[in-house]
Structure formats: C-alpha cells, structure tokens
C-alpha cells in the first residue's frame, strides 16, 4: 500500500502570467527630473518592489532658468525681423538627464546587477532614453511602460506596471 504522506496534494490553482515582472527583474521608473532603479523580490502575480537607488535632477521650469527675451533677426531687405526661438533649457536638462540615466545602467548591467529590466517613463523621456542605452542595457530591456509613475507609491507603481504589462500582453511593446 502507498505511502499518504507521499501523495501529492491536491492543486486547486494553477495560473500561468503573461507578465514580464518577474522575481529579480528590475524596474527603472522615471520622468525628466527622477529616477527610481526597483528590483521585484516577490512573483509576477504578486510583485513587491524594493528601491535600489534614487536619482534625482534639479530641474526648474523655463522661465525660472532663461534670463531674456527672445532675440530678434534682422532680414535681408533690412525692414523685415524675425523672433529667434528661445532656448529651451528644461527640455535640454531633461535630455541630460536621459543620458545620465542611460550611463547609471549601463554600469549596473556592466557590473551584472540585473538580466532583466523594464523600463516605466513618459514617452518622451523613453524616446530621449532609447538612442543613448548601451547594447548590453537594450540587450536586457523586457518590457517598456509608457507611464509617468514617479510621484506613485512604490506599491502602486508595482500594480499599474504588472497591470499594463498584462493588459498588453502579446502586443508589440510601444
């Protein structure tokens, strides 16, 4: 006769996720002046994120960092002046930031701190991010969110990326 406490228990529930927010994948959600680096310690279902580094850039607003009026050109005829577009110094701040952001992974996926990684930004910090991410970063890119979570608490931010995540599951990433 067969041993009980040998028989497997009885499974009530078995569930396949379609998400990529798996046990040891890591997070970076950011927008132009924050940068949050999160790693998943629970599972795609339930997922838990604990915070590994916190960047952030000062980053005022235009007015507060330019210091004059736009200039003006004079035309050929002489009687014709156009206005010379202001420069666009938040903007230019934010790009810098990307780039910061791309050097901090690269060092961390240099170092082999992560295999996977998702990234949740606003889709034009993701479209200033992705030219500057080095091979070996976009090598571990699983999944990108197009949202602007960084002023979400961190459960929060866990839920509404699994959520996207599953929501678009099969979909071309955008």
Do not use: Y
């Not at 992705?130 to 999944?143: F, M, N, Y």
Request: charged share 30%; hydrophobic share 35%; with cysteine.
């Amino acid at each position: 006769m067969a041993d009980p406490s040998m028989t497997p228990a009885q499974v009530s529930k078995v569930s396949k996720t379609l998400s990529p927010l798996t046990n040891g994948t890591w997070v970076l959600v950011a927008d132009g002046e924050k940068a949050l680096l999160l790693e998943n310690i629970g599972d795609a279902e339930r997922p838990v994120l604990e915070l590994r580094r916190e960047d952030f850039q000062d980053n005022p607003k235009n007015r507060d960092q330019g210091s004059a009026k736009p200039g003006r050109r004079g035309g050929s005829s002489g009687a014709v002046r156009s206005a010379i577009e202001e420069t666009d110094w938040h903007r230019i701040t934010e790009t810098r930031f990307a780039a910061d952001l791309a050097d901090i992974l690269f060092k961390r996926a240099n170092r082999h701190r992560f295999k996977r990684l998702i990234v949740a930004a606003g889709p034009r910090l993701l479209g200033d991010l992705r030219p500057k991410l080095h091979q070996e970063v976009s090598d571990c890119i699983v999944a990108e969110v197009p949202l602007t979570l960084t002023n979400h608490p961190v459960d929060e931010m866990a839920r509404r990326i699994a959520d996207h995540l599953t929501q678009n599951a099969g979909l071309p990433d955008a």
